[in-house]
């Protein structure tokens, strides 16, 4: 075949043009594939989809695909990283790239909503049980290891109620099982609250870390997500075989958005802490408010843990209202407030709040309190409009009728 041909529509999709090399701009290219191309059939056999060293398919990668990879495992002290379409899909691959029927995943009671569900969804239609146990006690999590454990999931904080677990005496807890090596249980972090920022996962003795990429390193509330890190070679074999079967490859255009949130990452960490914590302790001074969860507020539950192992804290607190607060005048708080917007997800440029029912949650643990509570997610607005907007909804639920 000729490169011009007499034929518009094969001219305009071979075409001679070659833009001269040595571009070079601060942002990475971004490189949109399904197809790639190979230069001979020699080249198509010997191309090996599972390393770096060349592009097979656009599910297994692209240039920015591999950029970001080597980015986030970087970011979390890590050696190999696989992106996903979601935070979730994060979860998911770990779940589906290690367990087989027979087997048993331990999950704690705390965790983000979701994990639970597919453990009591697909996982459980494929034959996999799972058990809840009460992550802020590491004998409760001895106790629950068995025969059939292979996976161990772990997370810091807890979802929306935010308790800090000793994660170097849980995983101590998994290693030390008898049967730990012979059965070859895995711990995995759900790290999108610590990003590879408030802590190293990996310093701290787990063996896989996932996070929502949806949330800090996004930080634009505009694309989802995930990542799986190991430092462990034959764990991310696993997960990179599965990532190829299951086909949950990301696309150019979302890797693109994530690089780019990733140069402001450290900073919006920073500041959403300090917001975060200036705003906490002013909630924790207002006589609507029995507790303010943080874990870095003294007396949050797991907040020594929180003081050894890290050393930043991310955009979330709860709070739980006083008993004499019905729900109507809790849900009236959140109706009331005008910066914070009502909506899931956290780590974006805007204030988010959510109320939830906790014990309708928890299945291993009580929930010692009686009130509603809220949980929020802080923004990069300004910390005194941000307050100025919490104080006039307090003041609205406060004179609403219970
Ligand atoms: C948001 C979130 C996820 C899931 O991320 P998506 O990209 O929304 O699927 C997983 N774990 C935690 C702790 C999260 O906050």
Same mark, same amino acid.
């Given at each position: ?68 990879? %080597? ?32 087997? %048993? ?49 772990? %997370? ?76 462990? %070679? ?36 920073? @500041?959403?802490?300090? @917001? ?127």
């Amino acid at each position: 075949m000729s490169d011009s041909s007499k034929h518009l529509s094969t001219d305009l999709i071979h075409h001679p043009y070659k833009p001269p090399a040595g571009f070079e701009a601060i942002p990475p290219a971004v490189h949109k594939a399904s197809t790639v191309i190979f230069p001979s059939v020699a080249a198509l056999r010997a191309r090996d989809w599972k390393h770096k060293t060349g592009y097979t398919y656009g599910l297994h990668g692209t240039p920015t695909t591999f950029t970001l990879e %080597e980015r986030i495992a970087s970011l979390e002290g890590g050696k190999f990283c696989t992106l996903v379409p979601s935070g979730l899909a994060a979860v998911v691959l770990v779940g589906m790239a290690l367990l087989r029927a027979g087997d %048993e995943v331990l999950i704690p009671d705390n965790a983000y909503g979701p994990n639970k569900a597919f453990a009591q969804g697909e996982l459980a239609a494929w034959g996999i049980t799972h058990r809840m146990y009460n992550p802020m006690d590491p004998a409760d999590l001895a106790a629950r290891l068995g025969p059939k454990t292979r996976l161990v999931w772990l %997370e810091a904080p807890g979802s929306i109620t935010l308790e800090f677990p000793d994660l170097p005496k849980l995983v101590a807890a998994v290693k030390s099982h008898p049967q730990a090596h012979a059965q070859g249980i895995v711990t995995a972090l759900d790290n999108t609250w610590g990003a590879g920022v408030a802590f190293n996962a990996f310093d701290l003795g787990v063996d896989i870390s996932v996070q929502a990429l949806t949330k800090y390193p996004s930080g634009g509330a505009d694309v989802l997500m995930g990542s799986v890190v190991t430092n462990n %070679e034959s764990l991310h074999h696993l997960m990179h075989f599965c990532h190829m079967r299951v086909g949950f490859g990301v696309a150019g255009n979302d890797a693109e958005l994530v690089l780019r949130g990733l140069n402001s990452m450290a900073l919006r960490y920073a @500041a959403q802490d300090a @917001a975060t914590r200036v705003l906490a302790s002013w909630l924790q001074r207002q006589p609507q408010v029995a507790a303010v969860l943080h874990p870095a507020l003294a007396g949050s539950p797991g907040h020594e843990a929180w003081k050894r192992d890290c050393s930043a804290a991310a955009c979330l607190m709860s709070i739980v209202f006083r008993p004499e607060f019905s729900q109507e005048q809790v849900d009236h708080f959140c109706d009331s407030l005008k910066l914070f917007k009502l909506g899931y997800s956290w780590a974006g440029p805007m204030s988010l709040c959510a109320p939830y029912d906790i014990p309708a949650l928890r299945t291993t643990t009580t929930w010692p309190h009686k009130g509603g509570l809220v949980r929020f997610s802080v923004g990069l607005e300004a910390v005194p409009d941000l307050q100025a907007d919490l104080a006039q909804a307090l003041a609205a639920m406060q004179y609403s009728k219970g």
